[in-house]
């Protein structure tokens, strides 16, 4: 079930978050300027199943078939800009976020930001919650980098919550520019009032990478 979606939006960034129920995003701002506006929904599916315009690289991340405790770290194409420092490298969790801090220790329980503690690391969360890779294999973690648009996706596809029937997917595209969008194609995991459409996730972005997300610079969209 595809959503509309809300956003996010400054004069070097551009995010596009989901939102559950009828929740909507006010313009509120942090101190470099980020804000909430709305963007065109644009999922990709890298799932080389999936018969799309790109196919993705999968993620074999550690320990992480039935769980949702992996995390590793990917190469991008170019230095992404972040809250004013560049980075190359994004570590990428099972649990929907990444850290520009490569090595993980990335957050396993999403709650509300900030997040200061040392195995709560997150810069981006982009659909933060208990999720792990399928035990039968069906849900993966993707990234590939689309030449054609100048951008670089991962994508989260057939990926479990944890207590719910169903899967989701959602994915994250990077510009070299140090703009950014979310993207939600599936985010209903079959437990209404529970799991679905963000009620037990969080969304949002701090400069954890920075150390700049305990004075303000954060923004966050949705925590459940």
């Known amino acids: 079930m595809q959503r509309r979606l809300l956003s996010l939006t400054s004069a070097t960034f551009l995010a596009c978050f989901l939102l559950s129920g009828s929740a909507l995003a006010q313009p509120i701002f942090d101190p470099s300027g980020l804000h909430w506006t709305e963007t065109t929904y644009d999922f990709q599916p890298l799932d080389p199943a999936a018969g799309g315009s790109l196919t993705g690289t999968a993620i074999s991340f ?18 992404f800009p972040w809250y004013g420092q ?27 930001l900030p997040r200061t503690g040392q195995y709560e690391r997150m810069d981006i969360a982009v659909f933060w919650d208990d999720l792990s890779v399928s035990p ?19 994508s989260w596809e057939g990926i479990q919550r944890d207590g719910a029937p169903s899967p989701g997917s959602f994915q994250l595209h990077l510009y070299p520019d140090g703009s950014f ?18 009620d037990s996730a969080t969304v949002g972005v701090q400069d954890w990478a920075g150390n700049t997300h305990s004075s303000g610079y954060y923004l966050q969209v949705s925590n459940n």
């Open 136 to 154: 039968n294999g069906t849900g993966a973690v993707y990234y590939a980098t689309d030449a054609t648009n100048n951008r670089f996706i991962i």
């Open 62 to 79: 550690s320990g992480a078939t039935g769980s949702d405790i992996g995390e590793e770290d990917v190469t991008l194409p170019w230095a």
């Open 181 to 198: 969008s979310m993207h939600w194609a599936d985010t209903d995991f079959g437990s209404p009032g529970i799991y679905d459409f963000g």
């Open 86 to 112: 560049s980075y190359q490298t994004a570590s990428v969790g099972v649990d929907g976020l990444i850290s520009f801090e490569a090595g993980g220790n990335l957050g396993s329980s999403n709650g509300p």
